[in-house]
């Protein structure tokens, strides 16, 4: 017998994650499209910086980690476009030893190695603003995709549309803050049956840059996100960095991200059985940490 589809069933995880990486890709072409008023702007200018980090060790411990963020920035008379993308992986080697007792009063070493991820992150996110008027206010829009597997989720999609004011902007200091309604959509490695996987939001952004002297310069942001849907789900995500030029297109870089999340992601732990502690084949769901982070040590090559 064939059966109709019920209009009223809720959509799937996967139907949403996928409706929202078509809303993101879309999203991303109209912000990168100009509009017309846009492409008035007489001189929109583009840069580009990379940071590239990779740190390697080996012998009786092996590991590598590899990081790299690049950043597209347009700017014109009324208007400016941000593109950022980015990751951290890190891998390591366990050697698990073992001796067997020989006939000849010896012992056969056995040696097992294996790899194991250490911790992955990996986000991708544009902005776009336009100043209204001739005062300092703006509007912007943005859009945004990121992956922490090891805080609990693999892909989180956000949206969010806003106002804010550039409090001081000069080629020495810039110090701005914005608000905005949001709409996240996360899908969990280990969803938690109560939870919903999409939620709107509210999101204040303070951004600072100052150039202490004519080689060095400080740049700090930070995003608090707070999830309307469920309170208690405040995420901070902050990042300051200093720079210090080498020549005209090369830089280095140190900085420190922090991700905090007030109600982490659930995370899968599996059970042992007593006393012997062998695996009963069964998972509990428990709260992963609510605090990552990141300090890299970067070449920037600026474009």
Same mark, same amino acid.
């Given at each position: 017998?064939?059966?109709?589809?019920?209009?009223?069933?809720?959509?799937?995880?996967?139907?949403?994650?996928?409706?929202?990486?078509?809303?993101?890709?879309?999203?991303?072409?109209?912000?990168?499209?100009?509009? &017309?008023?846009?492409?008035?702007?007489?001189?929109?200018?583009?840069?580009?910086?990379?940071?590239?980090?990779?740190?390697?060790?080996?012998?009786?411990?092996?590991?590598?980690?590899?990081?790299?963020?690049?950043?597209?920035?347009?700017?014109?008379?009324?208007?400016?476009?941000?593109?950022?993308?980015?990751?951290?992986?890190?891998?390591?080697?366990?050697?698990?030893?073992?001796?067997?007792?020989?006939?000849?009063?010896?012992?056969?070493?056995?040696?097992?190695?294996?790899?194991?991820?250490?911790?992955?992150?990996?986000?991708?996110?544009?902005?776009?603003?336009?100043?209204?008027?001739?005062?300092?206010?703006?509007?912007?829009?943005?859009?945004?995709?990121?992956?922490?597997?090891?805080?609990?989720?693999?892909?989180?999609?956000?949206?969010?549309?806003?106002?804010? &004011?550039?409090?001081?902007?000069?080629?020495?200091?810039?110090?701005?803050?914005?608000?905005?309604?949001?709409?996240?959509?996360?899908?969990?490695?280990?969803?938690? !049956? &109560?939870?919903?996987?999409?939620?709107?939001?509210?999101?204040?952004?303070?951004?600072?840059?100052?150039?202490?002297?004519?080689?060095?310069?400080?740049?700090?942001?930070?995003?608090?996100?707070?999830?309307?849907?469920?309170?208690?789900?405040?995420?901070?995500?902050?990042?300051?960095?200093?720079?210090?030029?080498?020549?005209?297109?090369?830089?280095?870089?140190?900085?420190?991200?922090?991700?905090?999340?007030?109600?982490?992601?659930?995370?899968?732990?599996?059970?042992?059985?007593?006393?012997?502690?062998?695996?009963?084949?069964?998972?509990?769901?428990? !709260?992963?940490?609510?605090? &990552?982070?990141?300090?890299?040590?970067?070449?920037?090559?600026?474009?």
């Amino acid at each position: 017998m064939m059966m109709s589809a019920d209009p009223e069933a809720p959509e799937s995880v996967p139907a949403r994650v996928h409706r929202a990486s078509l809303g993101a890709v879309v999203l991303l072409l109209l912000l990168v499209v100009p509009s &017309d008023s846009a492409a008035q702007d007489a001189a929109f200018a583009w840069d580009n910086a990379t940071e590239f980090s990779f740190v390697t060790t080996s012998g009786n411990a092996s590991s590598n980690t590899l990081g790299l963020k690049s950043t597209l920035n347009g700017k014109g008379e009324v208007s400016a476009f941000k593109l950022e993308l980015g990751g951290i992986r890190a891998e390591s080697n366990f050697t698990d030893r073992s001796a067997v007792a020989n006939g000849s009063g010896g012992f056969n070493i056995t040696e097992v190695t294996r790899t194991e991820r250490s911790a992955e992150n990996y986000f991708a996110r544009s902005r776009f603003d336009r100043n209204l008027g001739e005062n300092s206010f703006f509007a912007f829009g943005g859009a945004g995709w990121e992956r922490n597997t090891f805080a609990g989720f693999n892909d989180r999609f956000s949206f969010v549309a806003g106002i804010g &004011d550039a409090w001081v902007e000069n080629e020495r200091t810039l110090l701005k803050a914005d608000i905005g309604g949001t709409y996240t959509i996360q899908n969990d490695v280990a969803p938690s !049956p &109560d939870a919903s996987d999409g939620f709107g939001g509210l999101r204040a952004t303070i951004e600072m840059r100052r150039a202490l002297n004519e080689t060095t310069e400080l740049t700090s942001t930070m995003v608090a996100d707070e999830n309307l849907s469920n309170t208690a789900d405040l995420r901070i995500d902050w990042t300051s960095s200093l720079s210090v030029a080498l020549s005209e297109g090369l830089a280095f870089s140190t900085s420190y991200r922090l991700l905090f999340d007030n109600d982490p992601a659930l995370v899968g732990v599996p059970i042992l059985d007593a006393p012997n502690g062998s695996p009963t084949g069964t998972n509990t769901l428990i !709260p992963s940490s609510g605090r &990552d982070g990141f300090l890299t040590i970067s070449l920037v090559i600026k474009l």
